[in-house]
């Protein structure tokens, strides 16, 4: 299980595909711009989301 926890609070969550059931791995997107945002990717192809954010953060993710 993937969970993504909050540095500052302790927050967790626990992100899964909801096709396939596989935890999400953590990505990086590049926006082209010299930025890049933290994503969330389904193993399988399934798509990616913006990684959960806490206390204006992006959670990080522990396996
Ligand atoms: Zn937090
Ligand atoms: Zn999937």
Do not use: F, R
Request: proline content about 5%; hydrophobic content about 25%.
């Amino acid at each position: 299980m993937a969970t993504y926890t909050c540095a500052k609070c302790g927050m967790g969550v626990n992100a899964t595909c909801a096709k396939c059931d596989s935890p999400l791995e953590n990505d990086s997107l590049d926006l082209g711009n010299g930025n890049s945002v933290q994503v969330s990717k389904c193993p399988n192809g399934h798509g990616k989301i913006k990684s959960p954010m806490c206390c204006g953060e992006d959670m990080s993710c522990s396996l």
